[in-house]
């Protein structure tokens, strides 16, 4: 990714060569998941499990509820697969056009200014030098001295002094516009004047001697014109050799669709799912967590040994797993339940023994039951299950390794 242009940001998205979300800082900024990757890791069967975060970008990706829980955000994010719902909302569609518009602007923006300043660097070098070349023909340059030739020189009576300061190796355009004084001097007609010719007339030895000291070449130099040189004629362009039509692919035998995404199959108990769940006195102590509360319950079906109930709840600023190691045999019927919880507060762990409670199933789609020892007072709860389809948001075997790291980080700490 690029970040030397600048990038486009609408509230918690950002545009840089691909849109991204940001949850809470640059390590936290995602790119959106396509279905074919969220299906293994929604299902339990991909190598490694992304952080929170990561699936907390991707329901504000899909337009969905965001939620900072993990299981929360998969399950959301489960039940909009199965459905065929999860598909990008037309507005944020829309806004990515937008951003990705925006930010080639200023891609090209940045170019064109880097260009530019580039130029105009180029530019005054350029003239620093020609400055520089300039002051140095002016001052003179040491190792070419200039040489200061007065000629004088006598044509029919008329004297005519030349003074030339040049350098040493004269340019032809100076030679040739002296030689065109001299042709000019003596082309000009004189008036006849009669007069007796005196001692004054006759040539002396400085005249003469001026008049030798003038170069031959300079009288009888003529101005030539440079001819124009002849331009040549521009080569066409050899047309280009026609390339032959590649051959017709046959096409292939028709690749399968992919399967339908399909949740694990509900248990014959018909318990699994997610609860919305209410507890009066944790209400009145949080009111703003109140609509957050949630209990999510799973059968782990085994044929060596008798089967588990796993499952997680969310309680204000509790929240961690639960196991019923007592047989399920039918509804109206209280069962025991064991549970580990992290404070979200105090950053704690607690894993006593003494950390259980009891839940009752009521018909098919409601329970009842209460916590002990999670606070300080056993604190009673009820709810009904979601509709939609019976899936918890985790595998059992999820469960039950969320349940040994609580563990571990409690004795780590010990």
């Known amino acids: 990714m690029d970040t030397s242009f600048p990038h486009v940001i609408r509230e918690e998205f950002q545009y840089r060569d691909t849109l991204l ?6 390590l936290k900024r995602h790119p959106r998941a396509s279905t074919s990757e969220l299906k293994p890791l ?3 069967t991909a190598t490694k499990d992304q952080v929170a975060h990561w699936y907390e970008a991707q329901l504000i990706h899909y337009g969905l509820q965001r939620s900072k829980d993990k299981n929360t955000a998969k399950l959301r994010l489960s039940q909009a697969l199965s459905q065929k719902k999860l598909v990008v909302p037309s507005h944020i569609g829309d806004m990515e056009a937008q951003m990705r518009k925006e930010y080639a602007s200023n891609v090209r923006r940045a170019k064109s200014a880097a260009a530019k300043a580039a130029t105009t660097d180029e530019s005054a070098s350029i003239g620093s030098k020609a400055k520089s070349a300039k002051r140095k023909a002016d001052d003179g340059d040491a190792a070419h001295p200039q040489k200061r030739t007065k000629i004088t020189v006598k044509v029919d009576g008329v004297e005519l002094e030349i003074d030339r300061s040049v350098d040493a190796a004269v340019e032809p355009a100076a030679r040739a516009k002296a030689v065109k004084a001299v042709s000019k001097a003596q082309s000009t007609p004189k008036p006849k004047a009669t007069r007796k010719s005196s001692a004054l007339d006759k040539p002396t030895p400085a005249s003469v001697s001026a008049f030798s000291a003038t170069p031959a070449s300079t009288t009888k130099q003529t101005l030539t014109t440079e001819k124009p040189s002849k331009v040549k004629k521009e080569t066409k362009p050899k047309p280009e050799p026609k ?7 046959k096409p292939g035998p028709k690749v399968k ?10 248990s014959v108990r018909n318990i699994t799912g997610v609860y919305n769940i209410s507890c009066p006195d944790l209400e009145d102590q949080a009111p703003e967590c109140a609509d957050t509360f949630r209990l999510f319950l799973c059968v782990e079906k085994t044929d060596n040994r008798p089967d588990l109930i796993w499952g997680s709840f ?6 961690g ?6 047989q399920y045999y039918g509804p109206d019927q209280p069962l025991r339940f064991h549970w580990r919880a992290r404070d979200s507060e105090t950053g704690t762990v607690d894993f006593r023994r003494v950390c259980e409670g009891e ?3 009521k018909g098919t789609a409601e329970v009842a039951g209460t916590f002990t020892n999670l606070f300080p007072e056993t604190v009673e709860f009820s709810g009904r299950r979601r509709a939609g389809p019976l899936w918890s948001g985790q595998t059992a075997r999820q469960y039950e390794e969320e349940w040994e790291r609580i563990a571990r980080e409690g004795y780590a700490r010990r």
Do not use: H, Q, T, Y
């Not at 797993?321 to 007592?326: A, H, M, P, V």
């Open 257 to 266: 669709p992919e399967p339908s995404f399909s949740p694990p199959s509900p």
């Open 21 to 26: 979300v940001d949850v809470g800082g640059e």
């Open 243 to 249: 390339v032959k039509p590649e051959p017709k692919i």
């Open 321 to 326: 797993i639960l196991r019923l190691d007592d």
């Open 42 to 44: 929604l299902d339990g």
């Open 359 to 361: 839940i009752e199933f």
């Open 314 to 319: 969310d309680l204000a600023w509790k929240s």
